[in-house]
């Protein structure tokens, strides 16, 4: 399988460069695969995520998507906008916007049809099964209700990638696998790539593949295994 | 959703900051209106009140930076008459002095023989007959504020004065004026033999030379005089000049309070939402559509805040013009152009104000700005 993205020798330091979150980590992941990334708490395994997607810049190594290296142009914010979508554990809504509104959000910049976007944030909301709250804030949402729209909004504009950063880990277990289900279904059905961070060994063992991430190097795992045991963070 | 649905929630999220900032930038941009439209309303009621006697020159003494100061002979009038190309040649003496209800106003003497008490439309009453004694014609709405009618006494400089008409002028200043026979006023003033001016209209007003010629022989007959078009007069009054200066002065330091009440508003709110922005990053938005948003947002707050401060602006000129200290004397002259002006700027400044924090915000990585919110 072609790569769709190729993580190569990337480190990335904070604090002064006191703390090495990633140690020259390579990881390629194909289209349309589902992979999770384990790891304990201040592992790297976010920061991992978030150089994928183009959110954070690398101190050392290069990230290519599609081929093309993604911190060498003016093209990132064109690359998020259309090939990338991100669900963080947070979902990151925006408080003074509908449900449908921060779904229309990412296709402002992208889909100039008016029309086109309204018929296309009512099949995402359809899908997510919010149709009855599309016009309900943020706050007046549950927790999964809330990251069943920011899965929508990443899905917005067809990505080829969807990026999921502990997308359960503000959930209940029962919301968390259906949360996990939707992600699974909306990126069988477009063909995008799935990565998602998490702890949950459960939900690790619904990809079919499994990384571990340990003092910022990667280490491939046997699926059902990496994730078994590992505390949940404490925030 | 439009691209403005985002700026515009924002603006109400925070309603009171929101209505702090557009209240600032109302008493920023209503300050620039009063001002401006006042200074000019001065300059243009000065230029009308001199021009209302259709004369083409206006003599003044020489070297006196302001037209109330000027001291001319009056024996001078009778000079100037008999010069080649002057038809008409008549002295005025002018004071501003103290009336009744706090009112300061204009008094102006003319001569028995000036043809001008003649051409004067009376509402009420009459001009003064030769001879009289401590009589005065009101303009019609100094006799309207007052409620003095003919035959009513008024006190001005602190001496009593019977009405015998009221008269309609063309212009704020001269409608708030009082009128008496030159005698009188030289005698009230202790300015016996003096006026202040000479107001002259030529035979040839229409041609350029005979006017240049006309000027030139009268400077020669009167070297202590200046004399000057009537329509330039104004632009060379010291008072209209320094009104102007300290309205624009004002006006600058008006602009200046807008640029910081916009700029701390929106550094505030950017401050306030750097995991919006993160987040609008994150999904794909380009620097420049978030430079866009926040500076739409401060557009916003500048374009309310503009129309509601030209607004006050325009009544509160109209207020102050009607206050009995400033006697009449500025009536605003609110213009198009002025509002426009005003509105352009207070724009641009608004955009200004945002513009340094906007583009911080716009260029952070936003992992940093989703770690910080």
Known sequence: ?235 | MRFSTLPARNLTRRPARTVLTVLGIVVAVGSLVALLSLAHGFANAWLTSLNERKTQLVAVQKGMVEILTSSLPQALVGQLRRVEGVASANGALLALVPAEQDYTMLFAGWSDDDTEWRNRAYVEGRAPQPGEESVVVLGEVLALALDKHPGDTVRLLYRPFRIVGVARFGNAINNNMALAPLGQIQTLLHREGTVSLIHLRLTHADRKEMVAATTARLRAAAPEAAFTATGDLADQNVIVGLLDAIAWATSAIALFMGTVIVANTLMMAVAERTEEIGILSAIGWSPRRILALILLEGLMLGAIGGLIGCAAGVAAAYWISSLPVVGGFLEPQVTVSLVAEVFVAVILVSGVGGLYRAWRASRALPAEALRRG
């Open chain 1, 1 to 235: 399988m072609t790569d769709l993205i190729r993580v190569e020798q990337v480190s990335r330091r904070f604090g002064d460069g006191r703390v090495e979150a990633l140690r020259g980590v390579s990881l390629s992941i194909a289209a349309a695969e589902k992979i999770a990334i384990t790891g304990p708490s201040g592992s790297g395994k976010s920061t991992l995520l978030r150089i994928m997607a183009g959110l954070d810049r690398p101190d050392q190594g290069r990230v290519l998507f599609e081929g093309r290296e993604i911190y060498g142009g003016n093209g990132l914010a064109a690359l998020r906008a259309r090939r990338i979508g991100m669900v963080f554990q947070s979902f990151h809504l925006l408080a003074t916007l509908t449900a449908v509104e921060n779904v229309e959000l990412p296709m402002l910049g992208v889909e100039r049809d008016a029309a086109a976007r309204v018929r296309r944030v009512k099949v995402l909301l359809d899908q997510v099964g919010l149709t009855e709250r599309a016009r309900h804030r943020p706050a007046l949402l549950s927790g999964g209700e809330c990251q069943r729209v920011a899965i929508a909004r990443a899905m917005a504009n067809r990505p080829a990638l969807l990026l999921a950063d502990e997308p359960t880990g503000n959930l209940d277990s029962e919301t968390a696998r259906s949360i996990v289900d939707l992600m699974l279904a909306v990126a069988g059905e477009t063909g995008a790539a799935l990565v998602m961070v998490t702890h949950d060994a459960t939900v690790a063992s619904r990809m079919a593949r499994l990384v571990r991430i340990l003092d910022g190097r990667l280490q491939e795992a046997a699926a059902g295994e990496a994730a078994a045991g590992e505390p949940r963070p404490g925030r």
